[in-house]
C-alpha cells in the first residue's frame, strides 16, 4: 500500500482521473486482500459494479484527488500503528468525505470547469 501511494503521489499533478480511478480500485483491493475476511471479500464482490460507478463518479469532485490521498495516507498510517480505532476512524472519515462529494456530484453542483467540459 505504501509502495502504491508514493508512485501516484511521485506523478505530475494532477493526474488523469483514468490513472486515479486506477489507483483508487487498486488501493481499495488491497484493504480488502489484506482482512482476509472471506465476509468482506465476498460483500465487495457482489457490490463492486456499485462501488465502481461511485467512485468513477466522484472522481470528478473538486478537490477529489487531493482528499483521497490525504484520506488512504491516514488509512496507511493507521494500519502501521497497528490501532483498530484509528483504523476504523480513517475509515469512516475517507467514507464520509466521498459520500459528501457523491451528493454534491449528484446535485449538480460541479464546478465551472466540470461544467466547461459538459
Not at 509502495?3 to 483491493?29: G, W
Not at 478537490?63 to 497497528?82: G, K, P, T
Amino acid at each position: 500500500m505504501q509502495a502504491l501511494q508514493r508512485d501516484i503521489t511521485a506523478r505530475k499533478q494532477p493526474v488523469r482521473q483514468e490513472e486515479f480511478f486506477q489507483y483508487d480500485r487498486q488501493f481499495h483491493a488491497l484493504i480488502v486482500k489484506f482482512s482476509r475476511s472471506p465476509t468482506l471479500i465476498n460483500i465487495l464482490e457482489k457490490q463492486l459494479s456499485l462501488v465502481y460507478l461511485c467512485r468513477f463518479y466522484t472522481i470528478r469532485a473538486p478537490d477529489r484527488y487531493a482528499h483521497s490521498l490525504q484520506e488512504h495516507q491516514a488509512i496507511i498510517d493507521s494500519f502501521i500503528s497497528q490501532n483498530s480505532s484509528k483504523s476504523e476512524k480513517a475509515a469512516q472519515d475517507h467514507l464520509e468525505s466521498v459520500i459528501r462529494d457523491f451528493v454534491k456530484m449528484s446535485n449538480g453542483k460541479e464546478t465551472a470547469a466540470d461544467e466547461k467540459r459538459n
